[in-house]
T-cell receptor, first 110, second 113 residues
């Protein structure tokens, strides 16, 4: 079975501090991992996918297959980063559904 | 492109009534996914449809729930004889016809009184 775990329900950091949102997954095959973000009053949108290896809005995430983790990191948090962040997994075999974690609410304090 | 549209945004139903939730995918997208989010939970997959076909309904409750995506018109998620436990946010996502990002709608918040 596939499962995504985000251990922190809420994470508060000061502006300018580093941020790490944790995500661990369980899946026996080779998954595709994503981070989605939902800003206040906006719809869920894709932030990162591991196969792109991009940095979006200063965020990066590296897939660690040994630790089955896909933690989201940013060196210096900004107030506009405050949002709900969801880690998601998809079986790497086509247009399959996403499996989501419960989400972490990031609050960046000025 | 207006993005994925869902209506209504909020729906209130009494126990025993029917709820119909609509999802219009992005232009050119033929794949639709429905997810449900209960309070304090992540989004949980319900059903995956392509035009006129149900591809995967493994997340759909066996009773009272059904979904369709006709050749013309929006995808419909139908919940018959709603109960309080059906109160949740229902999200629709669409994608084009190859492994790709899923684009989400704003969701429909269903409240059963």
């Amino acid at each position: 079975a596939q499962r995504v775990t985000q251990p922190e329900k809420l994470l508060s950091v000061f502006k300018g501090a580093p941020v790490e949102l944790k995500c661990n997954y369980s899946y026996s095959g080779s998954p595709e991992l994503f981070w989605y973000v939902q800003y206040s009053r906006q719809r869920l949108q894709l932030l990162l996918r591991h196969i792109s290896r991009e940095s979006i809005k200063g965020f990066t995430a590296d897939l660690n297959k040994g630790e089955t983790s896909f933690h989201l990191k940013k060196p210096f948090a900004q107030e506009e980063d405050s949002a709900m962040y969801y880690c998601a997994l998809r079986r790497n075999s086509g247009n399959t559904p996403l499996v989501f974690g419960k989400g972490t609410r990031l609050s960046v304090i000025a | 492109n207006a993005g994925v549209m869902q209506n209504p945004r909020h729906l209130v139903r009494r126990r025993g009534q029917e709820a119909r939730l609509r999802c219009s995918p992005m232009k050119g997208h033929s794949h639709v996914y429905w997810y449900r989010q209960l309070p304090e939970e992540g989004l949980k997959f319900m059903v995956y449809l392509q035009k006129e076909n149900i591809i995967d309904e493994s997340g759909m409750p066996k009773e009272r729930f059904s979904a369709e995506f006709p050749k013309e018109g929006p995808s419909i998620l139908r919940i018959q004889q709603v109960v309080r436990g059906d109160s949740a946010a229902y999200f629709c996502a669409s994608s084009p016809g190859h492994p790709s990002e899923q684009y989400f709608g704003p969701g429909t918040r269903l409240t059963v009184t």
